[in-house]
T-cell receptor
Framework: GDSVTQTEGQVTVSESKSLIINCTYS????????LFWYVRYPGEGLQLLLK?????QKGSSRGFEATYNKEATSFHLQKASVQESDSAVYYC???????????FGTGTRLQVLP | EAAVTQSPRSKVAVTGGKVTLSCHQT?????MYWYRQDTGHGLRLIHY???????EKGDIPDGYKASRPSQENFSLILELASLSQTAVYFC??????????????FGPGTRLTVL
C-alpha cells in the first residue's frame, strides 16, 4: 500500500539554526501523488503548511520549503533559521489526484530552544 | 473562531462502555472525517462522510460507528469501548477537490483513555 515515512520522532534545534525534517514516501498505487506538510501547534488541530502536486516543484510557506523529488521519493521539509514559535508537530502526507484520501506520516515533534 | 470543534476534548471511559465523540464544523464543507492517532502511527482514517445521513468506512472502521445527522455534525460512536481504542481522535472537514487536492481542516483532537 501507499505509505509515508518520517524517521525522526523528535528534533531539537536551537533558535536561528537551520532545520531539516526527513520524509520519504511509497506510492505503489498512485503514479504521481500530491505531497503535503501539515503542522499541529499545541492545543490546535492540524493545518496545511504547504503542498506540491507536481514532481520537481518546490513549495514554500512561512519560511519553510519542501521539494518534490520523484527520483528519491522524498519530500524533506527545510527552514534556514527556525524560531521558537515553530515548535510544533510536523506531518508529511500524500494523496492521489481525484481523491480526498490522505495518507499521513507518524509526525515529527520539533522543539526549538531559545 | 475555530471552524471545526470537537467535544469532549478529553475523556476517560471504562472498558465495555459506550463513548460518543462529537464534531461540529462551520466551513459549509460536504466532507467530514474521523481519524485516530496512536504513538508510532500516522493519522488513520476510521470513517468519513460526503453527505448528511450517509457514512463510509475508512481504513480501520472495526469497533466504530459514525453518524452524520446534518452537514455540520459528525459523531463517532464506540459501542463497546476497548483498551485498544485509547488514542487521540481528530475530526476534519473539506470540500471535494476533484483533480486538485481539497485542504482538510482539523479540529483540536479528543484524547480518549479507556481503562
Amino acid at each position: 500500500g501507499d505509505s509515508v515515512t518520517q524517521t525522526e520522532g523528535q528534533v531539537t534545534v536551537s533558535e536561528s539554526k537551520s532545520l531539516i525534517i526527513n520524509c520519504t514516501y511509497s506510492a505503489t498505487s498512485i503514479g504521481y501523488p500530491n505531497l503535503f506538510w501539515y503542522v499541529r501547534y499545541p492545543g490546535e488541530g492540524l493545518q496545511l503548511l504547504l503542498k506540491v502536486i507536481t514532481a520537481g516543484q518546490k513549495g514554500s510557506s512561512r519560511g519553510f520549503e519542501a521539494t518534490y523529488n520523484k527520483e528519491a521519493t522524498s519530500f524533506h521539509l527545510q527552514k534556514a533559521s527556525v524560531q521558537e514559535s515553530d515548535s510544533a508537530v510536523y506531518y508529511c502526507a500524500l494523496s492521489a489526484s481525484n481523491t480526498n484520501k490522505v495518507v499521513f506520516g507518524t509526525g515529527t515533534r520539533l522543539q526549538v530552544l531559545p | 473562531e475555530a471552524a471545526v470543534t470537537q467535544s469532549p476534548r478529553s475523556k476517560v471511559a471504562v472498558t465495555g462502555g459506550k463513548v460518543t465523540l462529537s464534531c461540529h464544523q462551520t466551513n459549509n464543507h460536504d466532507y467530514m472525517y474521523w481519524y485516530r492517532q496512536d504513538t508510532g502511527h500516522g493519522l488513520r482514517l476510521i470513517h468519513y462522510s460526503y453527505v448528511a445521513d450517509s457514512t463510509e468506512k475508512g481504513d480501520i472502521p472495526d469497533g466504530y460507528k459514525a453518524s452524520r445527522p446534518s452537514q455540520e455534525n459528525f459523531s463517532l460512536i464506540l459501542e463497546l469501548a476497548s483498551l485498544s481504542q485509547t488514542a487521540v481522535y481528530f475530526c476534519a472537514s473539506s470540500d471535494w477537490g476533484g483533480y486538485n487536492y481539497a485542504e482538510q481542516f482539523f479540529g483540536p483532537g479528543t484524547r480518549l483513555t479507556v481503562l
